[in-house]
T-cell receptor, first 117, second 113 residues
Protein backbone atom coordinates (compact mmCIF):
# COMPACT_ATOMS: atom_id res chain seq x y z
CA UNK A 1 0.00 0.00 0.00
CA UNK A 2 1.23 3.50 -0.81
CA UNK A 3 0.18 4.91 2.54
CA UNK A 4 -1.83 8.09 2.98
CA UNK A 5 -1.42 10.33 -0.04
CA UNK A 6 -1.74 14.11 0.12
CA UNK A 7 -1.60 16.73 -2.56
CA UNK A 8 -0.21 19.20 -3.17
CA UNK A 9 2.91 18.85 -1.03
CA UNK A 10 3.51 22.59 -1.08
CA UNK A 11 1.11 25.42 -1.77
CA UNK A 12 1.87 29.10 -1.92
CA UNK A 13 -1.06 31.42 -2.44
CA UNK A 14 -2.11 34.98 -1.87
CA UNK A 15 -4.49 36.16 0.80
CA UNK A 16 -8.09 35.88 -0.30
CA UNK A 17 -7.56 32.96 -2.64
CA UNK A 18 -9.28 29.60 -2.29
CA UNK A 19 -7.10 26.68 -1.29
CA UNK A 20 -8.05 23.02 -1.65
CA UNK A 21 -6.03 20.27 0.00
CA UNK A 22 -6.56 16.65 -1.00
CA UNK A 23 -6.16 13.35 0.77
CA UNK A 24 -6.41 9.69 -0.19
CA UNK A 25 -6.51 7.47 2.91
CA UNK A 26 -5.15 3.94 3.15
CA UNK A 27 -7.53 1.54 1.45
CA UNK A 28 -9.90 -0.10 3.91
CA UNK A 29 -9.42 2.43 6.67
CA UNK A 30 -12.65 3.72 8.17
CA UNK A 31 -11.44 6.86 9.95
CA UNK A 32 -9.93 9.93 8.34
CA UNK A 33 -8.48 12.89 10.21
CA UNK A 34 -7.35 16.38 9.21
CA UNK A 35 -4.72 18.08 11.41
CA UNK A 36 -2.93 21.40 11.32
CA UNK A 37 0.53 21.89 12.79
CA UNK A 38 2.22 25.16 13.68
CA UNK A 39 5.11 25.99 15.98
CA UNK A 40 2.83 28.01 18.24
CA UNK A 41 -0.13 25.65 18.54
CA UNK A 42 1.40 22.25 17.87
CA UNK A 43 -0.65 19.50 16.21
CA UNK A 44 -4.35 20.33 16.24
CA UNK A 45 -7.21 18.12 15.10
CA UNK A 46 -9.48 20.03 12.74
CA UNK A 47 -12.10 17.44 11.81
CA UNK A 48 -12.48 13.71 11.51
CA UNK A 49 -14.72 11.32 9.60
CA UNK A 50 -15.94 7.81 10.26
CA UNK A 51 -17.17 5.89 7.22
CA UNK A 52 -17.25 9.18 5.26
CA UNK A 53 -19.47 10.91 7.85
CA UNK A 54 -18.08 13.92 9.75
CA UNK A 55 -18.00 13.07 13.45
CA UNK A 56 -16.40 16.09 15.09
CA UNK A 57 -15.61 19.39 13.39
CA UNK A 58 -15.14 21.38 16.60
CA UNK A 59 -11.49 21.99 15.71
CA UNK A 60 -12.30 23.80 12.48
CA UNK A 61 -11.19 27.36 13.26
CA UNK A 62 -13.97 29.20 11.46
CA UNK A 63 -16.44 29.12 8.61
CA UNK A 64 -13.70 29.74 6.10
CA UNK A 65 -12.71 26.12 6.57
CA UNK A 66 -14.74 23.22 5.19
CA UNK A 67 -14.05 19.53 4.66
CA UNK A 68 -15.75 16.84 2.65
CA UNK A 69 -15.40 13.12 2.18
CA UNK A 70 -17.52 12.14 -0.82
CA UNK A 71 -16.31 8.53 -0.76
CA UNK A 72 -14.06 6.20 1.20
CA UNK A 73 -10.98 6.99 -0.88
CA UNK A 74 -10.98 10.78 -1.05
CA UNK A 75 -11.29 13.83 1.16
CA UNK A 76 -10.76 17.54 0.70
CA UNK A 77 -10.06 20.41 3.07
CA UNK A 78 -10.95 23.80 1.62
CA UNK A 79 -10.06 27.26 2.90
CA UNK A 80 -11.95 30.15 1.36
CA UNK A 81 -10.83 32.89 1.59
CA UNK A 82 -7.33 32.09 2.83
CA UNK A 83 -5.47 34.34 5.28
CA UNK A 84 -1.78 34.58 6.26
CA UNK A 85 -2.57 33.07 9.68
CA UNK A 86 -3.67 29.87 7.91
CA UNK A 87 -0.04 29.21 6.99
CA UNK A 88 0.84 25.82 8.50
CA UNK A 89 1.46 22.20 7.66
CA UNK A 90 -1.77 20.30 7.14
CA UNK A 91 -1.71 16.57 7.74
CA UNK A 92 -4.24 13.94 6.78
CA UNK A 93 -4.24 10.65 8.69
CA UNK A 94 -6.29 7.47 8.53
CA UNK A 95 -6.90 4.49 10.77
CA UNK A 96 -8.85 1.29 11.02
CA UNK A 97 -10.67 0.93 14.31
CA UNK A 98 -12.50 -1.95 15.94
CA UNK A 99 -11.68 -5.36 17.35
CA UNK A 100 -10.16 -6.64 14.12
CA UNK A 101 -8.02 -3.57 13.62
CA UNK A 102 -4.98 -4.60 15.58
CA UNK A 103 -2.96 -1.63 16.68
CA UNK A 104 -5.53 1.09 15.78
CA UNK A 105 -2.56 3.11 14.62
CA UNK A 106 -3.17 6.41 12.88
CA UNK A 107 -1.05 6.64 9.75
CA UNK A 108 -0.11 10.14 8.67
CA UNK A 109 0.36 11.44 5.17
CA UNK A 110 3.42 13.52 4.24
CA UNK A 111 1.55 16.77 4.81
CA UNK A 112 0.87 19.88 2.75
CA UNK A 113 2.91 22.95 3.62
CA UNK A 114 0.66 25.94 3.03
CA UNK A 115 1.98 29.47 2.81
CA UNK A 116 -0.48 32.33 2.45
CA UNK A 117 1.15 35.61 1.49
CA UNK B 1 -5.58 22.60 32.09
CA UNK B 2 -4.57 21.09 28.75
CA UNK B 3 -5.93 17.63 28.01
CA UNK B 4 -2.47 16.19 27.30
CA UNK B 5 0.67 17.81 28.68
CA UNK B 6 4.28 16.93 28.07
CA UNK B 7 7.48 18.11 29.71
CA UNK B 8 8.26 21.15 27.66
CA UNK B 9 11.90 20.50 26.90
CA UNK B 10 13.92 20.78 24.86
CA UNK B 11 15.75 17.78 26.24
CA UNK B 12 19.41 17.23 25.49
CA UNK B 13 21.21 14.01 26.37
CA UNK B 14 24.62 12.57 25.47
CA UNK B 15 24.87 9.60 23.16
CA UNK B 16 24.42 6.35 25.07
CA UNK B 17 22.38 7.91 27.89
CA UNK B 18 18.76 7.27 28.82
CA UNK B 19 16.25 9.85 27.60
CA UNK B 20 13.08 10.17 29.67
CA UNK B 21 9.97 11.77 28.21
CA UNK B 22 6.87 12.39 30.30
CA UNK B 23 3.20 13.01 29.63
CA UNK B 24 0.11 13.55 31.78
CA UNK B 25 -3.51 13.47 30.66
CA UNK B 26 -6.75 14.77 32.13
CA UNK B 27 -9.41 12.25 31.04
CA UNK B 28 -9.55 9.50 33.67
CA UNK B 29 -11.38 7.04 31.43
CA UNK B 30 -8.77 7.07 28.66
CA UNK B 31 -7.56 3.58 27.78
CA UNK B 32 -5.18 3.91 24.85
CA UNK B 33 -1.93 5.83 24.71
CA UNK B 34 0.61 6.37 21.97
CA UNK B 35 4.05 7.84 21.41
CA UNK B 36 4.81 9.30 18.00
CA UNK B 37 8.18 10.46 16.73
CA UNK B 38 8.43 13.34 14.28
CA UNK B 39 11.63 14.23 12.50
CA UNK B 40 12.00 17.81 11.31
CA UNK B 41 10.02 18.36 8.12
CA UNK B 42 8.41 14.92 8.28
CA UNK B 43 5.10 13.51 9.45
CA UNK B 44 4.54 11.82 12.82
CA UNK B 45 5.16 8.07 12.97
CA UNK B 46 4.03 5.69 15.68
CA UNK B 47 6.78 4.16 17.79
CA UNK B 48 4.91 2.79 20.82
CA UNK B 49 1.38 2.10 21.97
CA UNK B 50 0.36 1.07 25.48
CA UNK B 51 -3.01 0.08 26.92
CA UNK B 52 -2.32 -1.55 30.31
CA UNK B 53 -0.67 -0.30 33.47
CA UNK B 54 3.00 -1.12 33.73
CA UNK B 55 5.85 -1.25 31.27
CA UNK B 56 5.98 -2.22 27.62
CA UNK B 57 9.36 -2.73 25.98
CA UNK B 58 10.26 -2.68 22.32
CA UNK B 59 13.96 -2.70 21.60
CA UNK B 60 15.54 0.40 23.12
CA UNK B 61 12.12 1.92 23.85
CA UNK B 62 10.06 1.39 27.00
CA UNK B 63 6.63 2.91 27.53
CA UNK B 64 5.28 3.17 31.05
CA UNK B 65 1.65 3.73 32.01
CA UNK B 66 0.14 4.60 35.37
CA UNK B 67 -3.60 5.16 34.99
CA UNK B 68 -4.09 6.03 38.66
CA UNK B 69 -1.66 8.92 38.29
CA UNK B 70 -2.76 9.63 34.69
CA UNK B 71 0.83 9.46 33.60
CA UNK B 72 2.59 8.01 30.56
CA UNK B 73 6.31 8.02 29.92
CA UNK B 74 8.75 6.93 27.25
CA UNK B 75 12.29 5.84 28.03
CA UNK B 76 14.90 5.60 25.29
CA UNK B 77 17.92 3.56 26.32
CA UNK B 78 21.32 3.90 24.69
CA UNK B 79 20.22 7.09 22.96
CA UNK B 80 21.58 7.65 19.47
CA UNK B 81 21.91 10.87 17.45
CA UNK B 82 19.30 9.38 15.11
CA UNK B 83 16.81 9.56 18.00
CA UNK B 84 16.95 13.36 17.81
CA UNK B 85 13.38 14.36 16.96
CA UNK B 86 10.16 15.69 18.47
CA UNK B 87 8.24 13.12 20.50
CA UNK B 88 4.48 13.46 20.70
CA UNK B 89 2.31 11.85 23.34
CA UNK B 90 -1.24 11.04 22.20
CA UNK B 91 -4.32 9.84 24.05
CA UNK B 92 -7.25 8.19 22.32
CA UNK B 93 -10.75 9.42 23.05
CA UNK B 94 -13.56 7.31 24.44
CA UNK B 95 -17.32 7.33 24.02
CA UNK B 96 -18.43 9.96 21.52
CA UNK B 97 -14.76 10.84 20.93
CA UNK B 98 -13.76 7.28 20.07
CA UNK B 99 -11.08 7.15 17.40
CA UNK B 100 -9.90 10.69 18.05
CA UNK B 101 -6.33 11.30 19.23
CA UNK B 102 -5.43 14.29 21.37
CA UNK B 103 -1.76 15.20 21.13
CA UNK B 104 0.53 16.93 23.56
CA UNK B 105 2.70 19.82 22.46
CA UNK B 106 5.68 17.57 21.93
CA UNK B 107 9.15 17.36 23.48
CA UNK B 108 12.18 18.11 21.32
CA UNK B 109 14.96 15.62 22.03
CA UNK B 110 18.54 16.20 20.96
CA UNK B 111 21.11 13.44 21.37
CA UNK B 112 24.62 14.83 21.04
CA UNK B 113 27.66 12.68 20.20
Amino acid sequence: DAGVIQSPRHEVTEMGQEVTLRCKPISGHDYLFWYRQTMMRGLELLIYFNNNVPIDDSGMPEDRFSAKMPNASFSTLKIQPSEPRDSAVYFCASSLEGELAGSNEQFFGPGTRLTVL
Amino acid sequence: QKEVEQNSGPLSVPEGAIASLNCTYSDRVSQSFFWYRQYSGKSPELIMSIYSNGDKEDGRFTAQLNKASQYVSLLIRDSQPSDSATYLCAVKGTGTSYGKLTFGQGTILTVHP
